[in-house]
């Protein structure tokens, strides 16, 4: 079969032309294939389209920004900056539609746990400082 756009030989049963892409079975002329077309859209998470539950974009990161901020507090600060760097993401997230809101309660929870975390190993460090430069500057005097 010849391509109408292009002239191009192609096999009896082809759809498209090998040569140009162009539909050659006979309906709309000139129309080009788009590989595209018959892709479904993005299932979002939760398997819904529209508004509603079940319907967002990105999963929730609230346990894992919750977790990070409990264990930043409990076990190790470096980690409270970022949960609360998390935590602020999730919220900007939240905020646009793009996870679900019903898990800003726990985003925040974690989100301060991880700003006091931060808070305290700034003073820590400053503390340590502190007490370096002071044992620092004693024994200089001997």
């Known amino acids: 079969m010849n391509c109408p756009t292009c002239n191009a030989v192609n096999e009896a049963n082809a759809v498209f032309c090998s040569q140009c892409a162009t539909n050659i079975t006979g309906g709309n002329h000139g129309v080009r294939y788009n590989p595209h077309a018959h892709v479904p859209p993005p299932q979002p998470y939760g398997g819904g389209y529209g ?5 967002y974009v990105l999963p929730s990161r609230s346990s894992t920004i919750l977790t990070l901020g409990i264990l930043s507090l ?21 905020d646009s539609g793009q996870t679900d809101p019903a898990q800003r309660g726990s985003v925040s929870a974690g989100r301060i746990c991880g700003i006091i975390a931060t808070a305290m190993m700034i003073f820590s460090v400053v503390i340590i ?12 005097r001997y």
């Not at 508004?51 to 319907?55: K, Y």
């Not at 409990?74 to 939240?94: S, Y």
């Not at 400082?129 to 200089?140: D, H, K, N, P, R």
């Open 51 to 55: 508004p509603g539950p079940g319907s």
């Open 74 to 94: 409990v076990i190790c600060g470096i980690m409270g900056p970022i949960a609360w760097a998390m935590g602020t993401e999730e919220l900007r997230r939240i």
């Open 129 to 140: 400082l502190f007490m370096v430069a002071a044992i620092s500057g004693s024994s200089s």
